[in-house]
Each structure stands twice: as structure tokens, then as C-alpha cells.
């Protein structure tokens, strides 16, 4: 036991090693240019403007890994906005790869005290071999600049701290409330998607003034995460206040929380996608909901183990409900499905008391652990080839693309197809108006001559300035280039109109 608990460290290899074999999808300006550019732009001491997840403890990670790489590798003498504007990717694959050791770490961290809280290599191998169940949130932890990289980390510590609390004899502490309250609160200023993981800390608090108390620690923990965006809560609270009380996508379509022709199929659609977590959920919730229905009859106490089952199956419906609002993607998902493995432990731990066959525990964990690597070795490698092959042929051919224009035509005004086609200038476009602009002098002075047609507005650009499309023809007569669009006879008939 003592130089098999090292084991755990396998499972976090294989992630860094995955991870970092993944291509990136070069200038995908949705989020990954949003969080860049309001990084750069704390960094450059501006304030920032985008709250939409509200996603400021990716920003300020991002504005940290600027500075260093700033200040290490700066060989232009460039000030901080210059150097990220001139060489956007580089500062996107380096925040990435921040934020992939620190989720190694956090699986590192979560199989080591696994082992020392639970006693068992084999559970704490099955916990972080549970973070796996879901290409969708590879996908993401892997390649994205976005919340849900470090919505795994914070799920990880989350799970640390429930086996933390587990096997603590003092319970009723009040540093449970104020852990907890701190791990919440920086989940919800990553991404609201944790806002299920809210409800847990109700079932395994004792106390009804505790309960109080962790649900009002909610409000400052909340702020301390978010103190870069505070002169916009205003804003804020408008978005998600539009977000609950419309059916639509983004605060759109008619008044209503849900839209129940779409809401009911989600359900089912999550429940399909996500076979592993479906079937660890419908069972807790089932021995959850016998278990306390026997303590009711009995009038007997309700145990520890029965309320942290009780209280993640909880979360887990709350997230499936949420979610299911405007369901077409896993990694809405994270902070739940990361939840399973945790869940899957209670569940047996429970169950295991009440089938008392000998030696059961000595196979039952190797065995479930071994059962779920071949299912993952079977349903993963094929995904993530896809994907993978997916960014690394998009980025070959747009590498190859801008070549060509390059070479072929250097004395062309070039208008970039905007917000959908994928190049620097778009990223950089779409990035800086969800900063509310605040780079938009500095990318002026760099790229004074760059041109868009706003596909959404019909119309054609120079950064934020609509542009007469007769004085770019007086200019530039026939030798200008529509790059990344029009994606369609349509699109074109509206372009030459």
C-alpha cells in the first residue's frame, strides 16, 4: 500500500499527455477571444467587460499567465497589449496549458486523498478514472481558453472537500460553512453551470442557523471572485435576470422560465448522452429515496453517508433541470458529471452494509475500476481522434489558405467575412467587443487597415466604423477580397446588392 498509492499519479499523466497532443482550433474567437482580450485588458490595467458566466477567475488566471509570458518573452519591447494583439495564439496556448497542469494537479490532488481518506488505491483510481466519462468535457478541459477547464479544477477540490468532511469528527464545524461557501463562490464566478453544486451543503449542514449562514457566505465569497467586474453587476444582474425569465437561447424568445416542446426531450437527451452518469444517478436517487423512507417509517436517525448521497443526487438533479433549459452540449454538464464517481462511492458505501458478502469490497472496486477503463478504452480514443483530426485539418487549411493570399495576392485589400470566419482579425474583432471595446485604440494603431462585413448587420467595417463600400472601390478599385465568406449564393446576392 505504501508504493501503490503512487499509482495515482498514472491517471494524471495520461491526462496531461492527452491534453497536450490535442490540437487547438486556431482563432475560435467564441469564448477563447473573449477571455484573452479581457485578460490583456485588466493586465493593461483596464477594467474588464465581459460578465456573461461571469467567467472572472479564467480572466484573472489569463491575465497572470500575460504578465509572466510578458515579461519573460518580450523581445520587441512591445507594451502588454501590443505583444498579445501582435501574437494572439501564442498567449491562448499558453493560458491553456496553465490551466491544463493545474487540472493535473487537481487530479493529482483528488486520487491522493482518495487513498488517504478512503484507505483504497482502487476507489481513488475509479474517482479520477470518472472524470473521463465525457468527450464533450475532454474536449473542452483540453483545448478551450473558457470556464469549463477550471470548472473541472474547482469540481475536483469540491470532491476533495466532501471526502474531507466525511471522514472529519467534527462535523458541525463551522469551517465546513466556510469552505464550502468559498468553493461555491468560485465556482459561480467561473460559470453559473455550478449553481446546482449550491444545493448540497443543505443536506450535510446540521444546523438550520448554519444553513443560513452558508447560503449568506454565498453573496461575499461570490464578490470576492469577482472583484475585476463589480462596476458591472448592473449589467450582470440584467443578463441573467433575461437568461431565467425568457424561453429563448440568451435571454431571447418569449416571456417564460421554460419552453416545455423542448424542455421534457432535453431531459431525455441528457439522460441518452450521458449513459454512465444516468445510470449512477437513477440508482442513488432510488436507494436515496428507499433509505429515507425506511429512516421515516423507523423514525430513526438519517445517516451521515445516506445525506451526502442525498444530497449529491440533489445537486444532480438540480443541474439536469437547469441545463436542460437549452440543452445541445455536455459542458454545461461539468461541475454534475464530475460528480458521479463521488456519487457511485456513497452509493455502494451504503449498500455494501446491507449486503454483507464476504471479501465483496476486496474485488468490487478493482473490478468496477477495470470495467469502466475498458469502457472508456472502447468509447474514447475514437471521439477524440475525430475531434482532434477535426482542429488539426481545419488549421492546415486555413494555414494554407493564408499563404496563398499572402503570396498570391499581397496588394489586395483584404474584407474578413465577420463575426463566423475564422482569422486573426475576426478573433481579435469579436474578442474586443465583449471587452466593451477597451482594446479597440490599440488594435487600431497596430491594424489601422483591416475591413469587415458584418454578416449580422450587413454591413461592411473598419473595426467599429461602418465604411462606405464606394470609397473602398475609389480607393482600392477591383483589387479587394472578401476572405471567410459568403457562405452561400445568398449570403453573396446580399454582399454585391
Not at 493535473?104 to 470518472?130: E, N
Not at 457566505?217 to 467586474?229: D, E, Q, R, Y
Not at 461602418?466 to 482600392?476: A, C, R, S
Request: aromatic share 14%; hydrophobic share 45%; net charge positive.
Amino acid at each position: 500500500m505504501k508504493y501503490l498509492r503512487y499509482t495515482v499519479i498514472l491517471i494524471p499523466a495520461l491526462f496531461l499527455w492527452a491534453g497536450l497532443n490535442m490540437h487547438l482550433a486556431k482563432f475560435a474567437n467564441d469564448p477563447q477571444y473573449v477571455y484573452l482580450l479581457n485578460s490583456a485588458a485588466m493586465c493593461d490595467g483596464k477594467n474588464v467587460g465581459y460578465i456573461d458566466h461571469p467567467g472572472t477567475t479564467v480572466m484573472q488566471i489569463g491575465s497572470g499567465t500575460i504578465f509572466v509570458k510578458h515579461s519573460f518573452s518580450n523581445p520587441e519591447k512591445l507594451n502588454v497589449a501590443e505583444h498579445v494583439l501582435t501574437s494572439p495564439h501564442k498567449f491562448i496556448v499558453s493560458i491553456r496549458n496553465v490551466l491544463l497542469f493545474l487540472n493535473v494537479i487537481g487530479l493529482f490532488f483528488l486520487g491522493w486523498m482518495a487513498v488517504k481518506k478512503t484507505g483504497s488505491v482502487w476507489i481513488a483510481l475509479l474517482l479520477q478514472a470518472f472524470t473521463f466519462i465525457s468527450a464533450n468535457t475532454l474536449d473542452h478541459v483540453w483545448t478551450k481558453v473558457s470556464p469549463e477547464p477550471l470548472l473541472f479544477f474547482i469540481t475536483c477540490i469540491y470532491v476533495i472537500a466532501i471526502l474531507c468532511f466525511y471522514t472529519d469528527k467534527e462535523k458541525n464545524s463551522w469551517k465546513w460553512v466556510i469552505v464550502f461557501a468559498l468553493i461555491t463562490g468560485s465556482g459561480l464566478a467561473t460559470k453559473a453551470t455550478f449553481l446546482p453544486l449550491v444545493v448540497f451543503p443543505l443536506f450535510i449542514i446540521s444546523e438550520v442557523k448554519k444553513k443560513i449562514v452558508y447560503l449568506a457566505s454565498l453573496i461575499p465569497a461570490f464578490v470576492l471572485f469577482t472583484i475585476p467586474i463589480i462596476p458591472e453587476y448592473k449589467h450582470m444582474y440584467y443578463w441573467f435576470r433575461d437568461l431565467i425569465s425568457h424561453s429563448g437561447i440568451y435571454g431571447h424568445g418569449e416571456k417564460g422560465v421554460i419552453d416545455a416542446s423542448t424542455y421534457f426531450p432535453n431531459i431525455l437527451k441528457i439522460m441518452l448522452n450521458n449513459t454512465v452518469f444516468a445510470v449512477v444517478f437513477i440508482a442513488g436517487a432510488s436507494v436515496v429515496t428507499y433509505l429515507l423512507v425506511q429512516y421515516y417509517k423507523n423514525k430513526k436517525p438519517v445517516k451521515q453517508e445516506v445525506k451526502i448521497l442525498a444530497g449529491l443526487v440533489a445537486s444532480s438533479a438540480a443541474g439536469i433541470l437547469m441545463v436542460a433549459k437549452h440543452y445541445h452540449s455536455n459542458h454545461y454538464l461539468i461541475p454534475v458529471l464530475l460528480l458521479t464517481g463521488v456519487s457511485l462511492y456513497f452509493m455502494l458505501k451504503i449498500v455494501l452494509v446491507k449486503v454483507r458478502i464476504r471479501h465483496l469490497q476486496k474485488f468490487l472496486w478493482p473490478s468496477l475500476f477495470l470495467v469502466l477503463v475498458l469502457f472508456l478504452a472502447w468509447k474514447l480514443p475514437p471521439k477524440m481522434k475525430y475531434i482532434n483530426e477535426g482542429y488539426r485539418l481545419t488549421n492546415e487549411e486555413m494555414d494554407a489558405t493564408q499563404s496563398m493570399i499572402e503570396s498570391d495576392f499581397p496588394d489586395y485589400t483584404k474584407i474578413y467575412y465577420y463575426p463566423v470566419s475564422l482569422n486573426k482579425f475576426s478573433a481579435l474583432n469579436f474578442g474586443d467587443v465583449y471587452t466593451q471595446r477597451r482594446l479597440l485604440d490599440t488594435i487600431k494603431k497596430l491594424y489601422p487597415d483591416v475591413y469587415f462585413y458584418n454578416s449580422i448587420e450587413k454591413s461592411i467595417q473598419n473595426w467599429n466604423a461602418q465604411t462606405n463600400p464606394d470609397d473602398l472601390i475609389y480607393k482600392h478599385g477591383n483589387k479587394i477580397m472578401l476572405v471567410g465568406g459568403p457562405r452561400g449564393e445568398a449570403e453573396a446576392a446580399e454582399i454585391t446588392e
